[in-house]
Every structure is written in C-alpha cells, then in structure tokens.
C-alpha cells in the first residue's frame, strides 16, 4: 500500500478496519510514520522530502480519499501550495475545501470547509483547487496581512508575463467582489504587492512594516559601488523626510552556513563581506543601515529598529488601518 503510494506521490491510508489495524501496527513499531492524521508513509521517504512536496502529498493523499465526492476542491491556503504560491507549513497545517452551500460538511480534525454557491474548479499538480486568479483573491482576503502579501507577490512572480496587465486583471477581478466579505482588504493587498520581493520573508517583513504604519519601501533599489564599481541593491529602502536615505537589510541564518551560499569562503568572510559593503552603502549616500532577522520582525524588535531610524510613516495609513489589522 505505502509503495503504491509513494509511486503516484501521496501517503497510504485505510480504506477499512484491517487495513486500519495493520498501518497502527506498523507505526507502534516505528516502520512507518504518520506526518498527517489517518496518513501514513515510509519514514524515509517522506524525511528526504522538501517541505512542499510534503504538504503536495497531504494533498493528494486527501484529494484521492474523496475522487468520489463531487465538487471537492481544495481552496486559500491549500490551493496556494498547489499553485506553487507559498511552502509555509504554518498556514497550511489545516486542510482547505470548497464545498456548494447545500453540501453539509463539518469542520473535522485539521479539516476546515468554506461554503459557496459558485466557485471555480481546476486540476493543477494532478489535484483539484479553485483558479489561480480565486486563489490569489482568497488568500487576499482572509489571511492575516503579511501573509497574504507574500503569496500575492509571488503569484506576480510566477503567473505575470505582463506585471501591468496581470496587476489590472486582479484589481477587475476584486472590484467585482469587493461586497465579499475581506473585499476592500483584498484591494490594498493588491495595491501594495511587488514581484520584486526576493523571498517571502522579505513580503512578510514588508507586510509587517506597512500593517506598523510605515511608508511601503522602495524595493531593491540600485546603488553604485563608489569602491568597486558595478551595481549593490538594497532589500528596501526609504527616502526620509530630511532626504536622508535609509536602507533595510534582511539577514538570513542560511547564507553564513549554506556552503553553496558561502561559496568556498568561511562565515567570517561572509561577515566581513557584509560590513565592507555597508561601508560601501555610507559612501554610496545612504544614511543609515539598518539589519534584522525574522525573529525581529515576529517579535517586534525591528519595528523599534525603524522607528530610530526615522523610517517615514505612511500618511494613508489611518484610511487603510482598519481594512488590513494595524497593529
């Protein structure tokens, strides 16, 4: 069974009261692992896994579970993964599906259910989720605000081939819905979304900024090396209101230990690298240099951090306040 499974990329579960007992059997016994309630896999297997195709076999374990249940597609954040828009397995611990309003499911064990007239259905990664453009306006509306940014932003990264053209379908597609219940919110979602995020901890610090009250930064913005030459380009960057440029920088565990990162150098070198080109920045004409982690953005540290360095404040952010949680 877990063979089989593994071949078509999905976990083994019980289809009966036997085959129920033989899987708890072999899990008491440690030979296989259960990474999702009622779903099992070798442990092997799912350890040498990344952390997307993990949450893909989830999805395809529970897709195939229900093949027979008309309508079962799959919605927000589950929808998201399929769609290749975040691996994040905090937001996509529970299991998101669409189902017509006359069906009569109920919320079980990591399976949470959204009731619609209409919606779209579509098969990507062999697994049925609602449209990519459904997708993105879902997430929009009902994550928490940096989260939802991160996944717009990269649904730009991933689907534009035109930025402007993609933008002003999305921005049609929510002004139609903007009675929806995250509607308005989904609009400044939109409104303050840019590819040019490297990752989404970067969206996710971005969103947390502008959910502070700060003024959305320009994004990977170009200097020229005034030592060296050639281009340096910031995380973000702000213009203050004495014209002082300020950047931000967000500094990541895995490229002072990743070897391919690294490069053939050590993490002291990456370190002195990283202090030079400050330097280089000062000389460029900017200001101030400000560095955080994630753990400062969670915690609140770099939002102390920008206040001291005179980041502008948004001056629309009592408009916007209320519609995306300003904290």
Same mark, same amino acid.
């Given at each position: 069974? /877990? ?13 009966? &009261? ?13 030979? #296989? ?24 076999? /989830? ?35 529970? #299991? ?41 306006? =879902? ?11 991160? #996944? ?15 933008? =002003? ?24 979304? =840019? ?14 900024? /502008? ?73 460029? &004409? ?39 949680? &300003?904290?």
């Amino acid at each position: 069974m /877990i063979q089989t499974a593994h071949q078509e990329l999905r976990c083994a579960y019980a289809s009966n &009261g036997t085959e129920r007992t033989r899987l708890q059997r072999h899990l008491k016994s440690g030979i #296989i692992c259960t990474p999702f309630p009622r779903f099992y896999a070798d442990p092997q297997y799912w350890n040498a896994l990344s952390v997307r195709e993990r949450l893909l076999h /989830i999805l395809r374990t529970d897709a195939h579970r229900h093949r027979r249940q008309k309508g079962w597609t799959y919605c927000g954040p589950s929808a998201a993964v399929v769609w290749g828009l975040t691996d994040s397995t905090t937001l996509c611990s529970d #299991i998101h599906v669409v189902r017509h309003t006359h069906c009569k499911n109920r919320d079980s064990s990591r399976i949470r259910f959204h009731q619609r007239k209409n919606y779209s259905s579509v098969e990507h990664e062999g697994i049925p989720v609602t449209s990519l453009t459904e997708t993105v306006f =879902d997430c929009a509306r009902l994550l928490q605000y940096p989260e939802a940014l991160a #996944i717009v932003d990269k649904s730009l990264q991933l689907y534009a081939t035109d930025i402007d053209q993609t933008h =002003d379908h999305l921005r049609r597609y929510c002004s139609q819905r903007t009675g929806k219940y995250g509607g308005g919110r989904a609009m400044v979602v939109l409104h303050h979304a =840019d590819p040019s995020s490297a990752n989404g901890g970067e969206s996710i610090a971005r969103g947390y900024m /502008i959910q502070w009250g700060f003024l959305p930064p320009d994004l990977q913005r170009r200097f020229v090396d005034p030592v060296k030459g050639g281009a340096m380009y910031a995380d973000y960057c702000w213009t203050a209101d004495d014209g002082n440029l300020i950047v931000a920088e967000l500094d990541g565990r895995q490229k002072y230990v990743d070897v391919q990162m690294l490069n053939g150098r050590d993490s002291v070198d990456k370190v002195l690298e990283e202090k030079n080109r400050d330097g280089n920045l000062y000389l460029a &004409g900017v200001h101030t240099v400000v560095h955080f982690t994630m753990n400062d953005v969670y915690d609140g540290t770099l939002r102390r951090k920008l206040e001291l360095a005179g980041v502008p404040r948004n001056p629309d952010y009592p408009r916007i306040a209320s519609l995306i949680g &300003g904290r």
